[in-house]
């Protein structure tokens, strides 16, 4: 599976993003699919996630704010990013799980936020 993420950029307090995930390879095999983030110095932090069943789970720093959402018929991921905050500055990766042994990790793509 190979995961490409785009739609990052630089942003004002307040303002909102779409960063979009596009799957290619075996999607099918997908079992979760979603966004981590990692701020300069901070550790890497889960943000939302979407199971192949649609069940959907976020971090409480997003709740309220984030919505994942998918597009099966592009095989593309949506997170939308509403009243962004500087502290949502960080490069976010999309990260695919097939099985324990299997796991696919897109190239990142950075997020600023400015107050």
């Known amino acids: 599976v190979q995961l490409v993420e785009s739609g990052g950029g630089s942003v004002q307090a307040g303002d909102s993003l779409r960063l979009p995930c596009a799957a290619s390879?075996?999607?099918?095999?997908?079992?979760?699919i979603g966004w981590h983030r990692q701020a300069p110095g901070e550790r890497r932090e889960a943000v939302a996630f979407i199971t192949r069943a649609g069940n959907t789970n976020y971090a409480d720093s997003g709740k309220g704010r984030f919505t994942i959402s998918r597009d099966n018929a592009k095989n593309t991921i949506y997170l939308q990013m509403n009243s962004l905050k500087p502290e949502d500055t960080a490069v976010y990766s999309c990260?695919?799980?097939?099985?324990?042994?299997?796991?696919?990790w897109g190239q990142g793509t950075q997020v600023t936020v400015s107050s």
């Open positions: 990260y695919g799980w097939v099985r324990p042994t299997e796991d696919s």
């Open positions: 390879g075996s999607t099918l095999s997908i079992n979760l």
